[in-house]
């Protein structure tokens, strides 16, 4: 019993006092608004709390966040079927889970100083940059087709949103910190694409609301890493 009371004390105690406001502001905003505009699919409420957790232990550069996004990505696939959002589904299902599986297997490999915990903070060149910029254009043009091909609702930002998740994926795998400030550049598209969904159907302002409790969470992700790149540089 006092080893599970110390094991709880250690939890409780790795977040923040402004990390806990954040993940409780973010949960109960999003269980106010399923409440409010949904009160039936629960796989989307089921999403939106893993999805939101995911974030707060990638804001810490905990491996375990990446294995909350995989389960994300699977449940988030499903919903965006709903509304005809194939490139959602494709993005995430085809491009997104895959790419958490391999950010798992990339974070768990680097750890910093052997803290399992705590990913060690990783910087890519300018010649890297620009050849994820050119992967990213080559994905987004052939993904474009794929959606118009599939007749996808709302195909302009659907579209934006594939460059956007492939940075943010590639970068999340790379260990930059900028990985955080790509998702954040996602939520806002997604933002704009689910508000265009619940103008037909009220339920997914839910959706919305969740993916604007993951912008918080994604900029201060960013902020975070920017405090981990410094201590771990100051620190060898």
Known sequence: MTAQKD???RFAGY????????????VGFIIVSFCMFDRESYMTLCASLIGVTSLIFNAKG???????AVVFSLLYG????????????ITYLGMTMPMAVFALISWMRNPYNGNKAEVKVNAISRK?????????????????FILAYFHTANIVPSTVSVTTSFLAVYLTFRRSPYFALAYAANDLILIVLWTLASASDIRYISVVVCFAAFFANDLYGY??????????????
């Open 7 to 9: 094991a709880i004390r």
């Open 15 to 26: 977040f923040s006092r402004n990390e806990k406001m954040l993940w409780g502001a973010s």
């Open 62 to 68: 905990n491996p375990f966040g990446q294995m909350l």
């Open 78 to 89: 499903g919903i965006s079927y709903t509304f005809a959002y194939y490139g959602e589904m």
């Open 128 to 144: 890297e940059t620009v050849g994820m910029c050119v992967g990213a254009a080559a994905v987004t043009a052939v993904f474009y």
């Open 223 to 236: 902020i975070n890493w920017q405090k981990m790149k410094v201590r771990q540089a100051q620190a060898c």
